[in-house]
């Protein structure tokens, strides 16, 4: 089956603890994005990368990294510089340029 | 102002009926349009595209679009209990040809009553 995978669907993380999300797709797409949804919120872009060893910061970037050193996997990691981490996460992927993005089912992030 | 701009509803509709959802957006050079389903708890699933000005139907659903006055809808004919979701407009803006980026609006929850 085609499609893009995020895990795990829920993942908790105490003061200080850096997390890693992860997001699979197998689609052949050459873009991935994350983005972050807080409740009642639309979605705001953290990163996205069009290629392989290659990303740039969306609009809230802070306290969060990134790398893409295969096509197909995007992780997300959430930093401890991040203080407001709780929100809903959302990895998409597309061909490229300005065609139609994708959802993972996403991670749903908790502060203990 | 918002990039993209969507009133949060709720918006009641009985079953059957037409439900009409806005969007308008800031950016004048903004080329591509998107409408996303998302049911609670759920990722964002895509509805339609449109790209040029006009109408485009695909089975319940038609989005509209006109450049000129900056707006974007969508119409959701015959409306069903399972249409109940929040419904997600995005927009590539100006300068995002190459990196694909979307600006999302807060989205218009739609409650279709039985």
């Known amino acids: 089956d085609g499609g893009i995978t995020q895990s795990p669907k829920y993942l908790f993380r105490k003061e200080g603890q850096n997390v890693t999300l992860s997001c699979e797709q197998n689609?052949?797409?050459?873009?991935m994005y994350w983005y972050r949804q807080d409740p009642g919120q639309g979605l705001r872009l953290i990163y996205y990368?069009?290629?392989?060893?290659?990303?740039q910061k969306g609009d809230i970037a802070e306290g969060y990294s990134v790398s893409r050193e295969k096509k197909e996997s995007f992780p997300l990691t959430v930093t401890s510089a991040q203080k407001n981490p709780t929100a809903f996460y959302l990895c998409?992927?597309?061909?490229?340029?300005?065609?139609?993005?994708?959802f993972g089912p996403g991670t749903r992030l908790l502060v203990l | 102002q918002k990039e993209v701009e969507q009133n949060s509803g709720p918006l009641s509709v009985p079953e059957g009926a037409i439900a009409s959802l806005n969007c308008t957006y800031s950016?004048?050079?903004?080329?591509?349009f998107f409408w996303y389903r998302q049911y609670s708890g759920k990722s964002p699933e895509l509805i339609m595209s449109?790209?040029?000005?006009g109408d485009k139907e695909d089975g319940r659903f038609t989005a509209q679009l006109n450049k000129a006055s900056q707006y974007v809808s969508l119409l959701i004919r015959d409306s069903q209990p399972s249409d109940s979701a929040t419904y997600l407009c995005?927009?590539?803006?100006?300068?995002?040809?190459?990196?694909?980026?979307?600006?999302f609006g807060q989205g218009t929850t739609l409650q279709v009553k039985p």
């Open positions: 998409a992927s597309s061909p490229g340029g300005q065609e139609t993005q994708y």
């Open positions: 689609l052949n797409h050459d873009a």
């Open positions: 990368s069009q290629i392989v060893n290659d990303f």
């Open positions: 950016d004048r050079g903004s080329q591509s």
């Open positions: 449109i790209y040029s000005n």
């Open positions: 995005a927009v590539n803006p100006p300068g995002s040809s190459n990196t694909g980026k979307l600006i």
